[in-house]
């Protein structure tokens, strides 16, 4: 592993919990394999699991709030857990042009969605630019 990516592992520690205590290391290397920046990939699972405190995560290891054909996918591990969402940003999203946190929210967390019957996804941009801009210092 690069020395940036355990320096920024390192980094996301230092804000990371619950379940997602730790696993800054996980991010970056993670990250560093998809071409995608850690402190984005981090951003988005402390928004999506209430930082490492969730039912999603806490269960079924789901760090991105995933969903398949039964509902909330499920993982073996916290790592498969962010390599699957990993994976899914960068193949149905990078690759696909959307890089910014706000193009990555219509598609990700659209507002108005039928499985956000609270509302919730209109504050996704502002809850993951704040990790963002956190993790990013």
């Known amino acids: ?5 355990t320096a920024s592992g390192a980094k996301l520690n230092s804000s990371l919990g619950g ?3 730790n696993t800054g ?3 970056a290397s993670l990250g560093a394999k ?3 920046d850690p ?8 928004h999506e699991t209430g930082n490492g405190t969730s ?4 269960t079924k290891n789901n760090v991105g709030g995933m969903m398949g054909k039964n509902g909330l996918m499920t993982f073996s591990s916290i790592q498969e857990g962010i390599e699957k969402m990993a994976s899914n940003l960068k193949r149905n999203y ?4 959307l890089t910014t946190i706000e193009a990555i929210q219509k598609k990700y967390a659209p507002s108005g969605a039928a499985n956000d019957p609270n509302g919730l996804n209109d504050y996704w941009v502002n809850g993951v630019t704040t990790y963002y801009k956190k993790f990013s210092k």
């Open 55 to 58: 039912n999603a995560v806490k």
């Open 1 to 5: 592993m690069s020395p940036t990516a």
């Open 25 to 27: 290391d996980i991010f």
């Open 94 to 97: 990078i690759d696909k042009g």
């Open 39 to 46: 402190a984005l990939l981090a951003a988005i699972a402390v």
């Open 34 to 36: 998809y071409g995608i």
């Open 19 to 21: 379940s997602l205590k």
